[in-house]
């Protein structure tokens, strides 16, 4: 077995190499004190282990795993720490062991007899691998909020570590398997914190995510190159995907165009991401929603122009809950009681609209909606 050293204090590399060459068993193929000068080594020549100080002020350990698994995925890494409280997190990322500053010989031992059962189960043999069936999606959701579901069962959602590690997930959702740069992901996830912190969150929340894909048997994948991230989806599709698939607000053509409409609005079930707040995804809410308020007005329009006037005031109606000072939907509202012949709940209905402006924003309806709501009442 070889290894490189990777440390930005001298006398921690110094004590590293004596332990390892008293030892005997590991060849140490090059100690650095910079993680870029660690990276290089390892593009230009395969290692089996790196022993990786987590504290280093260029580029700290974390971040430099994400780099060397790029580089050799699966390559075993040693962290080492002089705080305690990385132990468990470092164990967990990339990591096969840590060792804490200064090293207790005894507990490198230990170390390096988990190195060794490591390589040795890595060259046993194993039997072929039974190919297994294509695995069923499992499901997201993404309008109201955020829900993963696992194949074939679409009432066990799944449940993320961390409210970051959901958002972070969500973010990279949100790019369709784009690339997205590592500060972009950070000045959109963590801008409450310093870069450094926010930096090691990132990594950690990467690995979260990883993990929980994995147990929860998601065919979906975090990929790095280049200091960017991305989400593979493999066989997932968003009922937001699905809804753009099929919605077409343009005017309803005949009863199949209106069929697709109808299953569209049916995924519908909140606004995108609504209750999540993301800043990063209030374009899109809006984008989405007002397909939503269109899909509806015209599926409404088809509606009244087949004599389906229940059908398209009740639409109506329930559109209105949603969007309260529409004056297109209140015009539409009135249309549909004028067409009824009920001028009675057509007049009712713009001094409720009335009286919702001028209470709630202070604010009277438009002169030109005035007089034509005049005009409509008058018959």
């Known amino acids: 077995m070889n290894a490189i050293l ?28 910079s993680a870029r000068k660690g990276l290089e080594h390892l593009k230009e020549e395969k290692t089996d282990l790196v022993f990786l100080d987590i504290g280093m002020p260029e580029m700290n350990g974390l971040e430099a795993a994400e780099h060397i698994q790029a580089i050799h995925p699966g390559i075993r890494i040693i962290y080492i ?7 468990v997190e470092a164990f967990e990322l990339h990591a096969l062991d840590y060792l804490l500053k200064p090293i207790n010989p ?8 988990r190195i060794e059962q490591s390589m040795q189960a890595a060259t046993e ?3 072929e691998p039974v190919k297994p069936a294509a695995p069923a999606a499992a499901s997201i959701s993404c309008f109201k909020r955020l829900e993963l579901y696992p194949a074939g069962d679409a009432k066990k959602r799944l449940k993320w570590r961390t409210y970051k590690a959901q958002e972070m997930f969500a973010y990279l959702l949100h790019h369709n398997e784009r690339w997205v740069l590592k500060d972009q992901i950070v000045d959109s996830v963590w801008q409450e914190y310093e870069q450094d912190k926010a930096v090691t969150y990132l990594h950690t929340t990467v690995y979260h995510i990883r993990k929980l894909l994995k147990e929860w048997g998601v065919q979906a994948k975090v990929e790095f190159s280049q200091e960017r991230y991305r989400l593979l989806k493999s066989n997932l599709q968003t009922d937001v995907e699905q809804f753009e698939a099929i919605i077409d607000s343009s005017q309803i053509r005949d009863e199949a ?7 569209a609005v049916s995924l519908y079930r909140g606004e995108y991401l609504e209750e999540h707040d993301y800043s990063w995804a209030s374009a899109k ?34 559109l209105q809950d949603k969007e309260p000072y529409s004056e297109e939907i209140c015009k539409m509202v009135m249309k549909g009681y004028m067409k009824a012949s009920n001028q009675g709940q ?17 604010i009277e309806p438009e002169q030109e909606f005035q007089q034509w709501a005049r005009t409509l009442l008058s018959g």
């Not at 440390?7 to 100690?31: F, T, Y």
């Not at 005894?106 to 007899?113: D, I, N, V, Y």
């Open 125 to 127: 043999p194993r039997p």
């Open 106 to 113: 005894e507990r490198f031992q230990k170390t390096l007899e």
């Open 257 to 263: 165009h209106a069929k697709r409409n109808e299953q």
């Open 81 to 87: 720490t002089a705080y305690a409280n990385y132990a």
């Open 6 to 33: 990777i440390d930005d204090e001298k006398p921690a590399l110094q004590q590293l190499e004596r332990l390892l060459k008293k030892d005997g068993r590991i060849q140490i193929a090059g100690k650095y004190t």
């Open 285 to 318: 809410r809006k984008q989405l929603h007002q397909q939503y308020i269109t899909a509806n007005l015209r599926l409404s329009e088809y509606d009244f122009d087949r004599g389906r006037n229940d059908e398209a005031l009740s639409r109506l109606l329930q």
């Open 346 to 362: 057509a007049r009712v209905h713009y001094q409720s609209y009335e009286t919702l402006l001028r209470e709630e924003l202070g």
